[in-house]
């Protein structure tokens, strides 16, 4: 069984940055791909960042892909995704997963991120 904790949220105005990480636990994490997504109030869950176990890394979501990094280290079984001048059209609940075969089968709590104009 695997299980993922988010961590990193939080309250933050405008312009500021957080990074949120994904601790791994119950697989051999540096074996698998990674992502981040994210749930508006009223809108569909979207996924924003993917990294494969071997580090390609992809911005899905036109409107992050200058300020939003994802990375892992694999030593500490955890994904990060690194969010540099937030807006408010950023906040949402973040979720981090894990895909075995092709899917996301694994996801974490989610960890709240609300950005003040």
């Known amino acids: 069984q695997v299980q993922l904790v988010e961590s990193g949220g939080g309250l933050v105005q405008a312009g500021d940055s957080l990074r949120l990480s994904c601790a791994a636990s119950g697989r051999s994490f540096s074996n698998y791909d990674m992502a981040w997504f994210r749930q508006a109030p009223g809108k569909e869950r979207e996924i924003v960042a993917s990294?494969?176990?071997?580090?390609?890394?992809?911005i899905l979501v036109d409107s992050v892909k200058d300020r939003f990094t994802i990375f892992r280290d694999n030593a500490k079984n955890t994904v990060y995704l690194q969010m540099n001048s937030l807006k408010p059209e950023d906040t949402a609940v973040y979720y981090c997963?894990?895909?075995?075969?092709?899917?996301?089968?694994?996801w974490g709590q989610g960890t709240q991120v609300t950005v003040s104009s």
């Open positions: 997963a894990l895909r075995v075969a092709r899917a996301y089968s694994y």
């Open positions: 990294i494969t176990w071997n580090n390609i890394r992809a």
